[in-house]
């Protein structure tokens, strides 16, 4: 009887594991992880090399650099196929991402899990150990053994202390290779801008936050499920996997409904349009202020909350994210308006003196606009701070000079609008004839800074005459 016990022992420790060829297809992982595969699924990680607007991109740029491009972009958006050597520089430029096998397919389970170190931190500099361990954070109780992969946990993969960030930032900080690009250029920065913060340069419990903390919500739950598996739920033991930002799937794709309420619950409280909020208590009014005192203007305060880098961050040469401000009489007329930017047209394209517009604006050597990556000489930037130190007032304060009609202003609304992708990049890729134009109606503009709300709403009727702004308890601007 003791003999069958120890056999029994030794036949657990020393399973072989399941090979590497099968650890880099997620639907293995999705055998024992379910609710982390299906998350997973439906976020831009797993959409990154099927992305309509990638695919355009990376063909028309291929075919404009003359293949410069090599795997500059695929070592991202399909970090496997570069590994397994899918793709290489030889046939990077005639491939297609979407023919792509699902253990090369976007970012995978694999490649975040058996990633170990990086050696830059942009451009992907991660290193896989390319073996059958997976990275993690679970402990207390440490992970149970399972037939399928050894479990490591790991300060580069978990959200500890000692995270520096670089196991998602090496892939969130894109420089831009020269050539084909005429310069390099930090083109996104997500990391970099991070590391300004003081969730990277204070290593307290209390205020480091990494990139997992905020982007990977947790909660208490199984994070593996199966027959014979000896597992229990662990206090914030599972993560989210959804990876929520401004992105969202624009063809047919895995959980668009669930990706469209997460993109809205991390956005949201993100980017708002509040007065300050003291540490304790209710913010102090005055996201909308008319100032009659201060020359007839109209004052916005907008203030990013619980944001670990600028805004919008990373792909900010794409976006296009403004401030919308209507002042109306007592009738509904429209006295003042500013940021009212018509369906299908962006942004800068309205004549508006005082638009306040959240993005980067990218240049070709000759000062002309650029619209692509492999053109970008130069860039000006113009996104919301992230605090550098707690406590730091970081919010951006437009003003709206408004003359005489101050006295007629009845109500003010305001809110902040987002789209994903500017039109003439879409445009640009319809007329090359590498995007259908069927994927730009699928894009949504997106609303913050309102609570929820449609707008923020200044009335005369809530209006605190020594302030200009809303009287205490109205919270709805
Ligand atoms: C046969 C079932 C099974 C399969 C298949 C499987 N896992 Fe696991 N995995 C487990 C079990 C069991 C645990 C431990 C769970 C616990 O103790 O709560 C675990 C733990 C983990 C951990 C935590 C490691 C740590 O130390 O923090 C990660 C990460 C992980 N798995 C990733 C993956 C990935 C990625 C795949 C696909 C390549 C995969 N797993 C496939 C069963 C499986
Ligand atoms: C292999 C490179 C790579 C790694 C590693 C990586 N990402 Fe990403 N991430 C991407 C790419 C590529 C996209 C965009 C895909 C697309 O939209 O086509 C993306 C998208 C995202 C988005 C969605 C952005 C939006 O605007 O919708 C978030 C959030 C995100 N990543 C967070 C993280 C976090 C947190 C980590 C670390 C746990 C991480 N990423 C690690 C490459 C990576
Ligand atoms: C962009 C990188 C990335 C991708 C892609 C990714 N994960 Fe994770 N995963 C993480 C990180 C980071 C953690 C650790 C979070 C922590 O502990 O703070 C994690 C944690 C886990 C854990 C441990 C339990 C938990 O929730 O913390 C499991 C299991 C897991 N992932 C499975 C998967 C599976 C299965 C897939 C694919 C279907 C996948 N992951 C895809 C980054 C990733
Ligand atoms: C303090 C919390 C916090 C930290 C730390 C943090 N983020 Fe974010 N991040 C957010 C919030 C909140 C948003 C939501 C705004 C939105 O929906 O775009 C966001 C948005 C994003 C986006 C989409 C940005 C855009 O405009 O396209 C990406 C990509 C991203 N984060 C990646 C990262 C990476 C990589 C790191 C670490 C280097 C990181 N984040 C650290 C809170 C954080
Ligand atoms: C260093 C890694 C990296 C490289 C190299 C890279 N990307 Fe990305 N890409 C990302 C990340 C990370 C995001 C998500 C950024 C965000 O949400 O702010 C992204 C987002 C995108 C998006 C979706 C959002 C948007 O702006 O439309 C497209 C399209 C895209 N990249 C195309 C490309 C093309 C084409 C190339 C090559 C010319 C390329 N990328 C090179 C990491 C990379």
Same mark, same amino acid.
């Given at each position: 009887?003791?003999?069958?016990?120890?056999?029994?022992?030794?036949?657990?420790?020393?399973?072989?594991?399941?090979?590497?060829?099968?650890?880099?297809?997620?639907?293995?992982?999705?055998?024992?992880?379910?609710?982390?595969?299906?998350?997973?699924?439906?976020?831009?990680?797993?959409?990154?090399?099927?992305?309509?607007?990638?695919?355009?991109?990376?063909?028309?740029?291929?075919?404009?650099?003359?293949?410069?491009?090599?795997?500059?972009?695929?070592?991202?958006?399909?970090?496997?196929?570069?590994?397994?050597?899918?793709?290489?520089?030889?046939?990077?430029?005639?491939?297609?991402?979407?023919?792509?096998?699902?253990?090369?397919?976007?970012?995978?389970?694999?490649?975040?899990?058996?990633?170990?170190?990086?050696?830059?931190?942009?451009?992907?500099?991660?290193?896989?150990?390319?073996?059958?361990?997976?990275?993690?954070?679970?402990?207390?109780?440490?992970?149970?053994?399972?037939?399928?992969?050894?479990?490591?946990?790991?300060?580069?993969?978990?959200?500890?202390?000692?995270?520096?960030?670089?196991?998602?930032?090496?892939?969130?900080?894109?420089?831009?290779?020269?050539?084909?690009?005429?310069?390099?250029?930090?083109?996104?920065?997500?990391?970099?801008?991070?590391?300004?913060?003081?969730?990277?340069?204070?290593?307290?419990?209390?205020?480091?936050?990494?990139?997992?903390?905020?982007?990977?919500?947790?909660?208490?739950?199984?994070?593996?499920?199966?027959?014979?598996?000896?597992?229990?739920?662990?206090?914030?033991?599972?993560?989210?996997?959804?990876?929520?930002?401004?992105?969202?799937?624009?063809?047919?794709?895995?959980?668009?409904?669930?990706?469209?309420?997460?993109?809205?619950?991390?956005?949201?409280?993100?980017?708002?349009?509040?007065?300050?909020?003291?540490?304790?208590?209710?913010?102090?009014?005055?996201?909308?202020?008319?100032?009659?005192?201060?020359?007839?203007?109209?004052?916005?305060?907008?203030?990013?909350?619980?944001?670990?880098?600028?805004?919008?961050?990373?792909?900010?040469?794409?976006?296009?994210?403004?401030?919308?401000?209507?002042?109306?009489?007592?009738?509904?007329?429209?006295?003042?308006?500013?940021?009212?930017?018509?369906?299908?047209?962006?942004?800068?394209?309205?004549?508006?003196?005082?638009?306040?517009?959240?993005?980067?604006?990218?240049?070709?050597?000759?000062?002309?606009?650029?619209?692509?990556?492999?053109?970008? =000489? #130069?860039? /000006?930037?113009?996104? %919301?701070?992230? +605090? !550098?130190?707690?406590?730091?007032? $970081?919010?951006?304060?437009? &003003?709206?000079?408004?003359?005489?009609?101050?006295?007629?202003? =009845? #109500?003010? /609304?305001?809110?902040? %609008?987002?789209? +994903? !992708?500017?039109?003439?990049?879409? $445009?640009?890729?319809?007329? &090359?004839?590498?995007?259908?134009?069927?994927?730009?109606?699928?894009?949504?503009?997106?609303?913050?800074?309102?609570?929820?709300?449609?707008?923020?709403?200044?009335?005369?009727?809530?209006?605190?005459?020594?302030?200009?702004?809303?009287?205490?308890?109205?919270?709805?601007?």
């Amino acid at each position: 009887m003791k003999r069958v016990v120890i056999t029994v022992a030794l036949a657990a420790c020393t399973h072989p594991k399941d090979p590497v060829a099968e650890l880099e297809d997620p639907s293995t992982c999705m055998q024992c992880h379910p609710k982390h595969y299906t998350q997973w699924s439906g976020s831009m990680h797993a959409y990154a090399s099927d992305d309509p607007v990638f695919v355009a991109m990376h063909k028309r740029g291929q075919r404009e650099t003359a293949g410069a491009l090599g795997t500059f972009c695929v070592q991202c958006h399909a970090p496997m196929a570069v590994a397994l050597g899918i793709v290489d520089a030889n046939n990077a430029a005639s491939f297609d991402p979407t023919t792509l096998p699902p253990t090369a397919r976007g970012v995978t389970c694999y490649f975040c899990h058996d990633a170990e170190k990086t050696i830059a931190d942009h451009n992907n500099g991660l290193v896989l150990a390319l073996d059958q361990t997976m990275r993690g954070g679970a402990s207390n109780p440490p992970p149970a053994d399972t037939p399928a992969h050894n479990s490591a946990f790991s300060d580069f993969t978990a959200g500890t202390l000692k995270n520096d960030g670089s196991m998602c930032g090496s892939c969130h900080d894109v420089v831009t290779p020269s050539p084909p690009s005429p310069m390099a250029v930090a083109l996104e920065r997500t990391f970099e801008e991070w590391k300004t913060t003081f969730f990277a340069t204070l290593h307290d419990a209390q205020h480091h936050l990494s990139c997992a903390n905020c982007h990977m919500v947790a909660s208490k739950d199984l994070i593996a499920q199966g027959p014979g598996l000896n597992v229990v739920p662990r206090d914030n033991g599972f993560h989210d996997h959804f990876f929520p930002g401004i992105d969202q799937a624009l063809t047919a794709w895995p959980q668009t409904d669930a990706m469209t309420a997460e993109v809205a619950g991390i956005l949201d409280p993100a980017v708002n349009i509040t007065g300050a909020t003291p540490l304790t208590g209710p913010p102090i009014p005055g996201g909308i202020c008319l100032q009659p005192l201060n020359g007839n203007e109209i004052t916005v305060r907008i203030d990013s909350q619980s944001l670990g880098h600028l805004f919008p961050s990373g792909a900010a040469q794409d976006r296009r994210a403004w401030l919308e401000v209507i002042a109306y009489d007592a009738s509904n007329n429209v006295l003042f308006s500013s940021g009212v930017v018509p369906d299908g047209m962006d942004p800068e394209d309205i004549t508006d003196p005082n638009l306040l517009g959240l993005w980067d604006t990218i240049f070709k050597a000759d000062n002309s606009p650029a619209l692509f990556f492999w053109e970008v =000489d #130069h860039e /000006t930037s113009n996104l %919301l701070k992230a +605090p !550098l130190f707690p406590g730091m007032d $970081h919010s951006s304060n437009p &003003s709206y000079i408004v003359g005489a009609i101050a006295n007629q202003i =009845d #109500h003010i /609304t305001a809110r902040i %609008l987002v789209r +994903p !992708l500017n039109f003439k990049l879409l $445009h640009a890729l319809e007329q &090359s004839g590498d995007l259908d134009p069927s994927v730009e109606t699928q894009m949504k503009t997106l609303v913050t800074g309102t609570g929820g709300a449609p707008f923020r709403t200044w009335s005369r009727a809530n209006f605190e005459p020594s302030t200009g702004c809303c009287k205490a308890g109205f919270p709805s601007c």
